[in-house]
């Protein structure tokens, strides 16, 4: 289903509710058995005692151990701190559109990564999800040679069914099952549903028809999905608890419940951030701080002063690290006016101090006073610390800031979670934050070279005896011209700012299709600077981009322009902005990393695309931005080296051009 990448939009914390909630669902629906303790009187099953999911209502009154064991597995199949967004892509033959939820969280020692899909209200776990919690659904095994088809987008067909039958009673029709190789059954890599009853199967051997529905597989766009665009999760050998020959039993998605510690539970705390989901009902939360110990420290809430001061602050940071970035710089980096957009996103959000998601949730500009930049932008008016201007519209943009100000000069900067410190405008470790994320183009420097092939009627002015063209820089070509110049001895004798004409020059150099070519012609000579422009323009122009140490005789030079990056800003859909680049391959500029640089800086959706009508031999990719993002767009590009006089800017939401 996620053979194409998924426009996802950005993602919001989890209420710790909304986590129990799903969590207590999905224990339900995939009939996870609880762990008893011993002080109470469970069912048996052999040797292991056993709650069932139904029997642990989230409202029920449960005793502190099943409550903490209830917590722990609530972690183990949702982590805390997840977060969530809403994606959208398309799947099948006809590109049916599809939608749903996505849930991204990690398992302590892990990096981030998606951990389940909602896909028309039920709940699927990706392959990284089943690795950890092992006997979450059934598995089902198929040759290796069938698993790189299903890696491929198939489905799995009833004759690539192999060890069985019999097969697991669970795989009945429409349940979530796993698919593991028969080289290493213990590894699920396929996660689907049951297009048939799997289990009531007595043979495989000639039957015809689909036996499972591919959801997710390893490999595709959900499981090489990261925060910082890279996948390098490491494949095991062999999972603890998924291996075909042991029982059925809780263990697997229970293991590792006793190293949890359920003081350091989210849940038993009083909810201070995060998101609601939309289509999740309020309902009573289950009062689990009744049965846990006391935590260190409880969840503050912020006050409105207080959450003023924090965008305050983070404002002044961002000054100040301008101020350290481009000490020598005019307006220290800054290119003014600045829109109250590049405002939030370049000198304030990186410079935010969210260590957790409880202030991620509360640090948002619609908890201050203010509401909106504008009105912030207006107070900072007020102070005298900035210049702003209302332009027509109602859009309100800063023209000057004093970096002088006593409130800028005397700040002192504070601790930044890991990724706001490497990021923003004007961060002095964002070029080596960048390159570790895999964006080998922050930093680099970037040439553009303009150079000239002589046809073969202009050998004898360059002296040209090989066959291989050759191209001349117009530095180059003028010595060479002045070279030819003494040798055939046409320096005019009474002016030797003017050359006499030769058959050569005559023929080679002036066309006579012109007026200007043929009054030269009629004189007889030209002026010598004269000569030199037209001897360039006679030649055929070439270009290269050169990066860092390369030169010209490196790279395979293009005939025409160099082209320019084009970044344009259009309405969609009524009244939505969304900005467009492309050209970037020119420039050694990989689109993927500048999207996911943006979708940080402007706090929007992104996504990368085909240009339309581009070769599909030589495809030019386009990245979309979500907003009037051309200023964010243009910083981005300054970054990796791209001059500003490089960068065509087209607006046609007003219908005018600027450059």
Known sequence: MFKKKPTIKPLAPLRSSDRRKIADQIIADFHVEIPATPEEHPQTNGDQAVTPASAVAPTAAVSPAAAGTLAAIRSSIIPDNVLYGKFTTTAGPDLKPVGGVIYVGDYKEDEQRILWVKINERMYPTVHTLWKNPRLVPLLHTPANVVGKL?????????????????????????????????????????????????????????????????????????????????????????????????????????????????????????????????????????DADHAEPLEEEKREYTTKEIDEVFRQAFLFGLYQCKRAHPDEPHHGLNFPLTSSSVVSELITPYLP????????????????????????????????????????????????????????????????????????????????????????????????????????????????????????????????????????????????????????????????????????AKGEVARDALMERVIQACSAFWVILRNDQISSDVKPKAGSPPKVQIVMETRSGNKTVTKISGLETYHINPQPLADELQKACAGSTSVNQLVGSSPKNPVMEVMVQGPQSQPVIKALERRGVNRVWIDVVDKTKGKKRG
């Not at 970096?403 to 601790?415: G, I, M, Q």
């Not at 002296?463 to 320096?491: D, F, G, Q, W």
Request: with cysteine; proline share 5%.
């Open 354 to 521: 969210t260590f957790s998601a409880a202030e991620t949730a509360a640090f948002q500009l619609k908890k201050t006073s203010w509401k909106n930049a504008k009105k912030f932008i207006k107070v900072l008016d007020k102070e005298k610390l900035v210049k702003s201007k209302e332009r027509n519209g109602g859009e309100t943009v800063i023209l000057d800031i004093d970096f002088d100000d006593r409130a800028v000069v005397e700040f002192t900067p504070y601790k930044l979670p890991k990724k706001a410190s490497t990021s923003g405008a004007g961060s002095a470790g964002s070029k080596d934050a960048s390159k570790q994320d895999g964006d080998s183009s922050v930093g680099q420097q970037l040439r553009k070279v303009v150079l000239y092939k002589p046809k073969e009627k202009h050998n004898p002015i360059f002296k040209s005896t090989s066959s291989r063209p050759a191209y001349y820089t117009a530095t180059e070509i003028r010595p060479m011209v002045n070279a030819y110049v003494e040798a055939e001895s046409l320096v005019s004798p009474s002016n030797k700012r003017m050359v006499k004409l030769n058959p050569v020059l005559a023929n080679a150099v002036f066309d006579s299709q012109s007026s200007s070519d043929r009054e030269v012609l």
């Open 151 to 287: 890696r491929g987008g198939a489905d799995l067909m009833i004759p690539g069914l192999t060890r069985g039958p019999p097969f697991p009673a669970s795989a009945t029709k429409n349940a979530i099952v796993a698919v593991a190789s028969d080289e290493n059954p213990s590894v699920p890599v396929f996660v689907g549903v049951c297009e048939i009853d799997v289990g009531s199967l007595q043979n495989v051997r000639g039957e015809k028809g689909k036996a499972v529905r591919g959801i997710t597989w390893m490999g595709d766009e959900l499981w090489e999905w990261s925060t910082d665009g890279r996948s390098e999760s490491v494949i095991p050998e062999n999972i603890d608890g998924w291996d075909p020959k042991e029982e059925v039993s809780t263990e697997g998605v229970t293991r590792g419940i006793d190293s949890l510690n359920v003081e350091e539970d989210e849940e038993d705390e009083e909810e201070t951030g995060g998101v609601r989901l939309d289509d999740v009902e309020a309902t009573a939360d289950v009062d």
